[in-house]
Every structure is written in structure tokens, then in C-alpha cells.
Nanobody, 124 residues
Framework: QVQLVESGGGLVQAGGSLRLSCAASGRTFSNYVMGWFRQAPGKERAFVASISRSGGSTDFADSVKGRFTISRDNAKKTVYLQMSSLKPEDTAVYYC?????????????????WGQGTQVTVSS
């Protein structure tokens, strides 16, 4: 079982940057594919990015491609989401998630474990 705790959210001006972290408990973090999702007010939770077990493969939603990067440190049991050139439409609660499945990573139902979320607010 994996427990996930996000941190690093906050208020930032448009054009700014933030780095989110997601710390995992458990001994087998490196077995899990990790993902980031976000949920804006009144909207469904949506895929942002995913990263393979080794970190060698990543995927991004079109809306964040070129602005966000995802990385992981298996020794620290942590996954990161570096967000740059932030826009007001990036405002959302950001969640990290973990799955043992290496496929369908853009789907919420693929993921077995979720963090509690961290708020990101981008002001214009």
C-alpha cells in the first residue's frame, strides 16, 4: 500500500513557477507509475502528467506540454511536478496518484492511490 502527500502549492503570479512534490510511504515506490492530475472549481479531475517507474518515460496533457515537467527520485520516494509559465487557467487542486499498471495512464480509474491534493492559484 502507498500513502501520498503533496506539498508545494501556493499563490503565484501569471508567468511564475512552482514545484510540487509528492512524498510516498511504503517500500515499493519504484514499482509504481506516478501521475499528476488537477481539478479546477466546477470541473472534473483531469490528467496533467505521468512518469514511468524508472523515470525514463513521461507524458503530458497538451495544455501543459512545454511548460510542465515531471520527475521522480526513487531513493527519496518522491515525484515532482515543475510548473513554469503558469497561467490563471492552471489554477486547481493538484493531486498525485500511483498505479502498478503501465497503461491507460491518462485515466483516473487506472490509479489505485491518491494524495489529498495541494492548491495552486495563479493570479493574473
Amino acid at each position: 500500500q502507498v500513502q501520498l502527500v503533496e506539498s508545494g502549492g501556493g499563490l503565484v503570479q501569471a508567468g511564475g513557477s512552482l514545484r510540487l512534490s509528492c512524498a510516498a510511504s511504503g517500500r515499493t515506490f519504484s514499482n509504481y507509475v506516478m501521475g499528476w492530475f488537477r481539478q479546477a472549481p466546477g470541473k472534473e479531475r483531469a490528467f496533467v502528467a505521468s512518469i514511468s517507474r524508472s523515470g525514463g518515460s513521461t507524458d503530458f496533457a497538451d495544455s501543459v506540454k512545454g511548460r510542465f515537467t515531471i520527475s521522480r527520485d526513487n531513493a527519496k520516494k518522491t515525484v515532482y511536478l515543475q510548473m513554469s509559465s503558469l497561467k490563471p487557467e492552471d489554477t486547481a487542486v493538484y493531486y498525485c496518484a500511483a498505479t502498478l499498471k503501465p497503461y491507460d495512464l491518462r485515466w483516473l480509474v487506472t490509479y489505485d492511490y491518491w494524495g489529498q491534493g495541494t492548491q495552486v492559484t495563479v493570479s493574473s
